[in-house]
T-cell receptor
Framework: NAGVTQTPKFQVLKTGQSMTLQCAQDMNHNSMYWYRQDPGMGLRLIYYSASEGTTDKGEVPNGYNVSRLNKREFSLRLESAAPSQTSVYFC????????????FGPGTRLTVT | GEDVEQSLFLSVREGDSSVINCTYT??????LYWYKQEPGAGLQLLTYIFSNMDMKQDQRLTVLLNKKDKHLSLRIADTQTGDSAIYFCAESPYNFNKFYFGSGTKLNVKP
């Protein structure tokens, strides 16, 4: 049982390049989340998926797209990376509305130059 | 979004108690959480409290909730060097669709 896994762990992009951050969970959780963490700002929700086949915007969705590929996987795509997207990205999952505990992945550290 | 505020730093000596404070704005919050983040790692849930509770104790951890003042605190008894980390306060409404995090309090425990 690996929990929540994220790839890659580190990535450097040039401005304008695109990339997809991958997230997978093996806990049969229904809801999945993407956050970004910036110094002094805590975690901010980018997008979430309450269940397979649905996605919704969070606080800071601009410049990102997501895909809930299946129940296990939730990817985050940067179509045209900008330096303002330099951050640490965390994926998380939760079983369903009867649960309360989010499980977090180890994070992806992204630098955009 | 909702506002969750915390002080940025706290420094204590090993063996002392640590108290980390948090204020929030959403009166409809159902669950309030404390997460711990160690360097280079994701967040790990430490404890949580339901909004109809005033206090919750779990071994060295005590959570106090003052719903009137929208104030949450985490007390760590007998703080150890291994407790050095960033602690995040978070809240969520009843449907758990969104979680709102504070900016984190960096706890430094001096030997």
């Amino acid at each position: 049982n690996a929990g929540v896994t994220q790839t890659p762990k580190f990535q450097v992009l040039k401005t304008g390049q695109s990339m997809t951050l991958q997230c997978a969970q093996d806990m049969n959780h229904n809801s999945m989340y993407w956050y970004r963490q910036d110094p002094g700002m805590g975690l901010r929700l980018i997008y979430y998926s309450a269940s397979e086949g649905t996605t919704d915007k969070g606080e800071v969705p601009n410049g990102y797209n997501v895909s809930r590929l299946n129940k296990r996987e939730f990817s985050l795509r940067l179509e045209s990376a900008a330096p303002s997207q330099t951050s640490v990205y965390f994926c998380a999952s939760i079983l369903d509305r009867t649960s309360y505990e989010q499980y977090f992945g180890p994070g992806t550290r992204l630098t955009v130059t | 979004g909702e506002d969750v505020e915390q002080s940025l730093f706290l420094s204590v000596r090993e063996g002392d108690s640590s108290v980390i404070n948090c204020t929030y704005t959403d009166s409809s919050s159902t669950y309030l959480y404390w997460y711990k983040q160690e360097p280079g790692a994701g967040l790990q849930l430490l404890t949580y409290i339901f909004s109809n509770m005033d206090m919750k104790q779990d071994q060295r951890l005590t959570v106090l909730l003052n719903k009137k003042d929208k104030h949450l605190s985490l007390r760590i008894a007998d703080t150890q060097t291994g407790d050095s980390a960033i602690y995040f306060c978070a809240e969520s409404p009843y449907n758990f669709n969104k979680f709102y995090f504070g900016s984190g309090t960096k706890l430094n425990v001096k030997p």
